[in-house]
């Protein structure tokens, strides 16, 4: 199914293909076996998405990249609204399990 998502066509015979593939399946069976909610779940997959994004398209060093994770990730667990980043949807401690993952 990821395949068909990721449009992954020859996976079998491209090494790019079927790292991009095994990087996204490994992520989402990772984080399904958390019990992530669905809502969970698509944010993780979007921020698995971003952070290839920045190493492939934007070039960013591993420490730059660290940064973004950071700041998505600030205020995780906070209750002003405001202040929390983009994956307020986690609990604390599945942003450190995340955190470990990565």
């Given amino acids: 199914m990821l395949e068909e998502i990721l449009n ?7 090494l790019k293909e ?3 593939l095994d990087y996204y399946t490994a992520g989402f069976c990772w984080a399904k076996g958390l019990n992530f909610s ?3 779940l698509s944010g993780f997959m979007d921020l698995l ?9 934007k070039h960013m060093t591993l420490g730059d990249n660290l940064k973004e994770l950071g700041k998505a ?4 667990g906070e209750t002003d609204l405001e202040r ?3 994956l ?3 609990s604390i401690e599945q942003a450190k ?6």
């Fill in 73 to 76: 990730m600030a205020g995780i």
């Fill in 97 to 102: 399990a995340v955190i470990d993952y990565l």
């Fill in 18 to 20: 079927a790292v991009l």
């Fill in 49 to 57: 998405n971003f952070l290839l994004e920045n190493l492939r398209d």
């Fill in 38 to 40: 669905l809502i969970q």
């Fill in 8 to 14: 992954v066509k020859q996976s079998k015979i491209s």
């Fill in 84 to 86: 929390s980043g983009d």
């Fill in 88 to 90: 307020n949807f986690l």
